[in-house]
């Protein structure tokens, strides 16, 4: 069974940072695209970063790309995404997505998904 478990979210102040962490179990997750998106309240999912299979080929939303980082560490099948200088429109549910496929599209409908962990960014 597939199975993706978000963590590391929180409340951090303006500025600051926090990493998240997607643990997947039920599948290799070295081999395919791992995605994140977020969403905030009232507006709709937006994809932040997708980290694709077997290359690690990194994709960002243009207006994160400087802050975030993701990562893999394929002993821990455990996807990262590592958030700087946080500011307080990052505040959303950060969920984890996979489609089981290779390639980066940090867009459409994803197959699997997590139960999302929430990140709160005070002013």
């Known amino acids: 069974q597939i199975q993706l478990v978000e963590s590391g979210g929180g409340l951090a102040q303006f500025g600051g940072s926090l990493r998240l962490s997607c643990a997947a179990s039920?599948?290799?997750?070295?081999?395919?695209?791992m995605n994140w998106f977020r969403q905030a309240p009232g507006k709709e999912r937006e994809g932040v970063s997708c980290?694709?299979?077997?290359?690690?080929?990194?994709h960002y939303a243009d207006s994160l790309k400087a802050r975030f980082t993701i990562s893999r560490d394929k002993e821990k099948n455990t996807v990262y995404l590592q958030m700087d200088n946080l500011e307080p429109e990052d505040t959303a549910v950060y969920y984890c997505?996979?489609?089981?496929?290779?390639?980066?599209?940090?867009?459409?409908?994803?197959?699997?998904w997590g139960k999302g962990t929430q990140v709160t960014v005070s002013s």
């Open positions: 039920g599948f290799t997750s070295y081999g395919f695209a």
């Open positions: 980290i694709g299979g077997v290359l690690d080929d990194t």
């Open positions: 997505a996979t489609n089981l496929v290779r390639r980066c599209a940090l867009a459409g409908d994803m197959d699997y």
